[in-house]
């Protein structure tokens, strides 16, 4: 692995993700799951966009903007996010005039990360299944789920979904029991977003029961004000540092044991 003063050189604003991970070894791991997910992440924008699909091709390249915060990849979440707010807008000639841009700092921030890594080292995600209360952590991004992992892995069951289909799957599977005791909810998700979880999960009175925070990206009005027409515990805006997502997952736990 190289010096950290590598990624420097490389216009990555590494000070800034260092105050969100904390440190860099937890920087370094969580670095490794960025690498080994964002081809799958490009395969899915090319495929929506070849396909001119521009609702699910604001999804991924929304993820793909959170996860580039957090490295400090600012050029390409710069790029993710202007491409995420014209697609929003259905403006297709838009993304397709500027697609190859995105796609040429997609390749160098992986020869960045490729060659700052070096491939010398790997990390297991597995865990062992406890019999112990349960944090669900519903979100696309792989970096996301991961980075969450390592902070509450100690303490609480992990469950993970990477869509909508798989959170309402878990929620579903524990409506009888008391074990899931915080949600972790991304509103913008492939296949079923956060805002049909809700609504699920209002219609079938489980927000007490499961209480949920949103952690999402989308900063608008618009989302914001609609999320709180929710019985929700708290919204946490990406990218969050590891004191944010703590006391978050504290209140909520908290809100639990108070209903």
């Given at each position: 692995?190289?010096?950290?003063?590598?990624?420097?050189?490389?216009?990555?604003?590494?000070?800034?993700?260092?105050?969100?991970?904390?440190?860099?070894?937890?920087?370094?791991?969580?670095?490794?799951?960025?690498?080994?997910?964002?081809?799958?992440?490009?395969?899915?924008?090319?495929?929506?966009?070849?396909?001119?699909?521009?609702?699910?091709?604001?999804?991924?390249?929304?993820?793909?903007?959170?996860?580039?915060?957090?490295?400090?990849?600012?050029?390409?979440?710069?790029?993710?996010?202007?491409?995420?707010?014209?697609?929003?807008?259905?403006?297709?000639?838009?993304?397709?005039?500027?697609?190859?841009a995105l796609i040429e700092e997609a390749n160098n921030v992986k020869?960045?990360?490729?060659?700052?890594?070096?491939?010398?080292?790997?990390?297991?995600?597995?865990?062992?299944?406890?019999?112990?209360?349960i944090i669900l952590v519903a979100d696309d991004s792989e970096v996301?789920?991961?980075?969450?992992?390592?902070?509450?892995?100690?303490?609480?069951?992990?469950?993970f979904a990477k869509d909508g289909e798989e959170t309402l799957n878990?929620?579903?599977?524990?409506?009888?029991?008391?074990?899931?005791?915080?949600?972790?909810?991304?509103?913008?998700?492939?296949?079923?977003?956060?805002?049909?979880?809700?609504?699920?999960?209002?219609?079938?009175?489980?927000?007490?029961?499961?209480?949920?925070?949103?952690?999402?990206?989308?900063?608008?009005?618009?989302?914001?004000?609609?999320?709180?027409?929710?019985?929700?515990?708290?919204?946490?805006?990406?990218?969050?540092?590891?004191?944010?997502?703590?006391?978050?997952?504290?209140?909520?736990?908290?809100?639990?044991?108070?209903?």
């Open positions: 692995m190289k010096d950290i003063n590598f990624l420097k050189e490389h216009n990555v604003d590494i000070n800034k993700s260092l105050e969100l991970f904390g440190d860099l070894e937890t920087y370094n791991e969580t670095l490794y799951e960025f690498k080994n997910g964002i081809d799958g992440k490009l395969q899915q924008i090319a495929k929506f966009y070849q396909e001119q699909d521009m609702p699910n091709y604001a999804i991924y390249v929304h993820s793909l903007k959170s996860d580039c915060k957090y490295f400090g990849f600012l050029k390409l979440a710069e790029l993710s996010y202007e491409h995420e707010m014209k697609s929003k807008a259905n403006d297709y000639n838009y993304v397709k005039e500027n697609y190859q020869e960045i990360v490729n060659e700052y890594l070096e491939d010398t080292t790997t990390f297991s995600n597995d865990t062992e299944s406890l019999d112990e209360d996301i789920r991961i980075f969450v992992k390592k902070i509450f892995d100690a303490d609480y069951e992990l469950a878990i929620i579903k599977e524990h409506e009888n029991d008391n074990r899931l005791k915080a949600i972790l909810l991304d509103l913008n998700m492939p296949k079923v977003n956060g805002f049909a979880v809700l609504d699920y999960m209002k219609e079938h009175n489980l927000l007490d029961k499961m209480p949920v925070t949103i952690v999402t990206g989308d900063s608008s009005s618009e989302a914001i004000n609609k999320a709180f027409t929710y019985d929700i515990v708290d919204m946490l805006n990406k990218p969050f540092s590891e004191s944010k997502i703590r006391d978050v997952v504290e209140k909520t736990i908290n809100s639990n044991k108070a209903s």
